[in-house]
């Protein structure tokens, strides 16, 4: 977990490439189900273009219909759970699969930081993958290196939009960080920096961790 714009979406995409894990991010399960016209998708769409929350109820089934196909290979679970209200379901849905969390990792960066990136912030339209515009630049600027589909803006990554996100970030998500940290469970990032410097703190924090399971 960590702020919007703090790169988890990429950094997660990274490590789970590297462990060989499922990388299973709400907020791309959601925007699928908006892509797919489906009841779930009608109902999310216009709540995630206005920059807020989709209900706790909503986004967890569409959760739950995504790890019942989960073979028992170990995942990251990006931008979930967001309310404490999720950190309850979350307990739930983990007891149904049998599975408990190793970690929540909390990727940090000041506001400055997130402001400046998201502005920046290219997403596939195909694959998902995300691009910034300075910092890891697509060879096209309006193609995926990848997969070669269209690049887009996400509605919610315009600017009037992230200070709204972040407010509610700092209301309904900062609490969990809290939480998690009082369990013992968190571990801390510093993500202002570029992005393979940011990797070299995950992975020297995943090392930490690793060792100390054993
Ligand atoms: P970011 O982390 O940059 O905000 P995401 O792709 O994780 O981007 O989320 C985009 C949007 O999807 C959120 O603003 C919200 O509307 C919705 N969303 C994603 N995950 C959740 C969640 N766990 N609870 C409620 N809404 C969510
Ligand atoms: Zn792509």
Do not use: W
């Given at each position: 977990m960590g702020p919007p714009g703090a790169g988890k979406g990429t950094i997660a995409s990274r490590v789970c490439k590297k462990l060989g894990i499922a990388h299973i991010a709400t907020g791309d399960l959601l925007r699928k189900e908006i892509g797919l016209g489906s009841k779930f998708g009608k109902k999310a769409g216009p709540i995630m273009n206005k920059g807020e929350l989709v209900a706790d109820k909503l986004v967890t089934e569409v959760l739950r219909k995504r790890l019942?196909?989960?073979?028992?290979?170990g995942f990251i679970l990006d931008g979930?759970?967001?309310?404490l209200k999720q950190v309850d379901l979350l307990e739930g849905l983990l007891h149904e699969l049998g599975v408990k969390l190793d970690a929540v990792f909390y990727t940090s960066a000041s506001e400055d930081t997130i402001v400046e990136r998201i502005g920046n912030r290219r997403q596939c339209s195909k694959c998902s993958s995300i691009y910034n515009?300075?910092?890891?630049?697509?060879?096209?600027?309006?193609?995926?290196?990848?997969?070669?589909a269209e690049l887009f803006q996400r509605e919610d990554d315009k600017p009037e939009l992230v200070r709204k996100r972040l407010q509610i970030y700092k209301e309904k998500t900062e609490p969990i960080i809290d939480y998690y940290s009082e369990n013992r469970l968190l571990r801390e990032v510093?993500?202002?920096?570029?992005l393979e410097e940011n990797m070299k703190n995950v992975y020297a924090r995943l090392e930490e961790f690793e060792t100390s399971k054993e």
């Amino acid at each position: 977990m960590g702020p919007p714009g703090a790169g988890k979406g990429t950094i997660a995409s990274r490590v789970c490439k590297k462990l060989g894990i499922a990388h299973i991010a709400t907020g791309d399960l959601l925007r699928k189900e908006i892509g797919l016209g489906s009841k779930f998708g009608k109902k999310a769409g216009p709540i995630m273009n206005k920059g807020e929350l989709v209900a706790d109820k909503l986004v967890t089934e569409v959760l739950r219909k995504r790890l019942a196909e989960e073979k028992g290979g170990g995942f990251i679970l990006d931008g979930y759970p967001r309310t404490l209200k999720q950190v309850d379901l979350l307990e739930g849905l983990l007891h149904e699969l049998g599975v408990k969390l190793d970690a929540v990792f909390y990727t940090s960066a000041s506001e400055d930081t997130i402001v400046e990136r998201i502005g920046n912030r290219r997403q596939c339209s195909k694959c998902s993958s995300i691009y910034n515009l300075t910092t890891m630049p697509p060879k096209d600027a309006s193609k995926c290196d990848k997969c070669g589909a269209e690049l887009f803006q996400r509605e919610d990554d315009k600017p009037e939009l992230v200070r709204k996100r972040l407010q509610i970030y700092k209301e309904k998500t900062e609490p969990i960080i809290d939480y998690y940290s009082e369990n013992r469970l968190l571990r801390e990032v510093d993500c202002n920096g570029l992005l393979e410097e940011n990797m070299k703190n995950v992975y020297a924090r995943l090392e930490e961790f690793e060792t100390s399971k054993e």
